[in-house]
């Protein structure tokens, strides 16, 4: 109801519309305003193993879309029901616009079913349907004999060629099942018959399967297969449940390069060669196959490269396509996105940023601050602007290099058989994943994960040098994480919700119950209330230093993924959230201690958090020159640690 949004409903004659009117009228326009319906409930008989804990609607799907065709159907068509209700009022649905919304749905279910059909009624425990109820028989067969009449005419080249799918429109559902064998043989296009099969419920007429042309039906799907550019990650993992019906490429390595031979689409040999030189952004083409990177050709014939989805799109699963993101910059050396070019400290965003806003919108022109210049990446283009002085510098995409032997590592590496995902980032270590609890990798610091870490670090550290950087790898802790953000983007109505990478001060004694169990501030204490009894995280690593235990060999720190979503300034009083809105039960997702530029953040729920590094630091030794012309070592101690860090506090 702000002045925009009254303007756009001016425009289109709904400003009479009250707020609950409105919510009505989206609903009933956009199903993306409706909390998903339960899979298993659809597909198993109206039985979901999680019954009143699941979080999905038990309603039949095709009842909400208007399409049921059962006036019969076993499937809830009630939206009024305790459980359904309570499902809508976590995306703010309550009882009035539900009821407004049943109405509607009911009226479109009886206008649906209103024209003479025959009435199926589900009967799962065979898996097909029962002998249908004739309903309006004459009627059926007056519609069927004039179809047949329509069917017998060849096609016409002019506008006249649709009547026969205008009148098959008026067909019942599953009427004609003994005349489809005809239908197969028929002259009219194959619009026409598709439309018969489309209007006929799944079971009906599988007695004639046999009839069709299998050799067409083979043709489609090898169409199909040819048509796609996706390796299947199921496939490539381990097996594929849906097998010659999967839509996607079926390879055991997640990338393949073909070659059109001007009829079919055939396989390179010498693949892991070409995928290596690819994968180098220094390298336009790979000359011993005479294939050029840049137009995707072999000699005169178009090359293409399969890959499995993009990790971005999939972040818990294994075995998808890490792309990198490049520039060129004056001495025609390719930088990567987020890694400071030699001579600078300036970054750029990271090359899983841009992939992720590539991903959104592979047309976008994408605006972005280094250091003191403002840019545009032009993703069609491939071209990266400065705004300001118009220079322009080439931009490049390319996937992460995988071996077969490490598809191997990863596929031996993994634990769970049940899944092709163990819920992973896709950069983890395979060979470190444990069945259960954590294990903590130190990572190399010639990899732009250290540098991106050290960068944060060292932003309000400076005279501070790094150990060691470790990556803890709790599989179960990262998929309550990531059902967490799922849950909180679903209650935002599908926004992203605001993810922080926060430092946390902790004691070393509860180190390792953290990374095993997360972080509780019940167990492992709570190192301020001023915005409320919960786990405390700061923007700036100064901060969490004064908390930090010094030891024999320096200090210790955490780095951790942290779902702050909304927030509001926080109170010494609050242990949860406080609520948005006085009406509804929607709490904030966090506290801080100023909202216009927090610095401190407090999170009271724990599935928001995830301990993903550990930094072991020491302050670096500084030479003092004495009168006696002796350099010496001085160190200065935890007291005068903690009071810098708490001057950047104030500052």
């Excluded at 097909?128 to 009449?149: F, Q």
């Excluded at 067909?171 to 619009?191: R, Y």
Aim: proline letters at 5%.
């Amino acid at each position: 109801m702000n002045a925009e949004n009254k303007k756009v409903l001016k425009n289109h004659d709904l400003s009479g519309l009250s707020e609950n009117e409105l919510q009505v009228l989206l609903l009933q326009n956009d199903a993306f305003f409706l909390p998903d319906t339960c899979q298993l409930y659809n597909k198993k008989g109206s039985r979901c193993a999680h019954q009143s804990n699941c979080n999905k609607l038990h309603v039949c799907y095709y009842f909400l879309k208007g399409k049921c065709k059962f006036p019969q159907c076993l499937m809830s068509h009630n939206l009024l029901d305790d459980h359904a209700l309570r499902v809508l009022e976590t995306v703010g649905i309550d009882g009035k616009i539900a009821s407004n919304f049943q109405a509607i749905c009911d009226y479109k279910h009886m206008e649906f079913n209103r024209a003479p059909k025959k009435v199926y009624v589900h009967n799962f425990r065979n898996n097909n349907l029962k002998r249908p109820v004739v309903r309006g028989t004459k009627e059926v067969k007056t519609t069927l004999e004039t179809v047949k009449c329509m069917l017998d005419v060849p096609p016409s080249k002019g506008p006249s060629s649709t009547a026969p799918a205008k009148i098959q429109d008026q067909l019942p559902t599953a009427a004609g099942d003994k005349d489809k064998g005809l239908s197969a043989n028929s002259t009219p296009s194959s619009t026409a018959r598709a439309k018969i099969q489309d209007q006929l419920p799944t079971g009906a007429g599988d007695k004639d399967k046999g009839k069709k042309n299998s050799s067409s039906d083979e043709a489609s799907k090898d169409n199909k297969k040819d048509n796609c550019d996706e390796i299947c990650l199921f496939y490539v993992w381990k097996y594929c449940k849906n097998r010659d019906r999967c839509q996607s490429v079926h390879y055991h390595l997640p990338y393949k390069w073909e070659v059109h031979d001007g009829l079919n689409w055939k396989e390179l040999s010498m693949m892991e060669e070409i995928e290596k030189a690819y994968c180098d952004p220094k390298n336009s083409s790979f000359p011993s196959k005479n294939i050029n990177f840049q137009t995707m050709t072999c000699s005169s014939s178009l090359v293409r490269r399969l890959s499995t989805p993009s990790s971005v799109t999939k972040p818990t699963f294994l075995l998808t396509t890490q792309w990198i993101w490049y520039w060129k910059n004056n001495q025609d050396k390719w930088i990567e996105y987020g890694e400071p070019e030699e001579g600078t400290s300036t970054t750029s965003p990271s090359s899983a940023v841009i992939e992720n806003l590539y991903q959104a919108d592979p047309c976008a022109i994408v605006p972005f601050q280094a250091g003191q210049h403002q840019y545009e990446l032009n993703f069609k283009e491939m071209i990266q602007t400065n705004t300001h002085f118009k220079t322009r510098r080439q931009v490049c995409r390319r996937p992460k290099f995988v071996s077969p032997e490490d598809v191997q590592k990863i596929k031996t590496g993994q634990r769970d058989s049940s899944i092709p995902n163990q819920t992973c980032p896709s950069h983890w270590d395979a060979s470190a994943l444990p069945d259960f609890g954590y294990k903590a990798v130190v990572i190399s610091n010639t990899t732009s994960e250290y540098n991106e870490i050290k960068q944060l670090f060292h932003q309000t550290m400076k005279n501070y040098s790094i150990l060691k950087i470790q990556r803890i790898q709790n599989p179960s802790l990262w998929k309550v994480f990531q059902w967490q953000k799922e849950k909180m983007k679903k209650e935002n109505g599908g926004k992203e919700v605001q993810e922080k990478r926060l430092f946390h001060g902790a004691d070393v004694t509860f180190m390792e119950t953290v990374c095993s169990q997360n972080f509780d501030w019940r167990i492992c204490g709570s190192n301020g209330t001023n915005y409320g009894k919960g786990s405390y995280f700061a923007r700036d690593a100064c901060y969490s230093h004064t908390y930090c235990q010094s030891t024999l060999q320096g200090h210790s720190m955490f780095v951790a993924r942290v779902l702050v979503g909304d927030y509001v300034k926080g109170n010494a009083a609050y242990v949860r959230p406080p609520m948005k809105c006085a009406a509804k039960l929607w709490l904030y997702d966090s506290c801080v201690d100023n909202e216009f530029n927090p610095a401190v953040f407090v999170v009271f729920e724990k599935h928001q958090i995830y301990p993903e590094y550990i930094i072991e630091y020491r302050e670096e030794r500084i030479s003092v020159q004495k009168d006696t012309g002796i350099n010496v070592q001085k160190e200065t101690g935890t007291r005068a640690s903690r009071e810098e860090g708490r001057k950047c506090v104030i500052s």
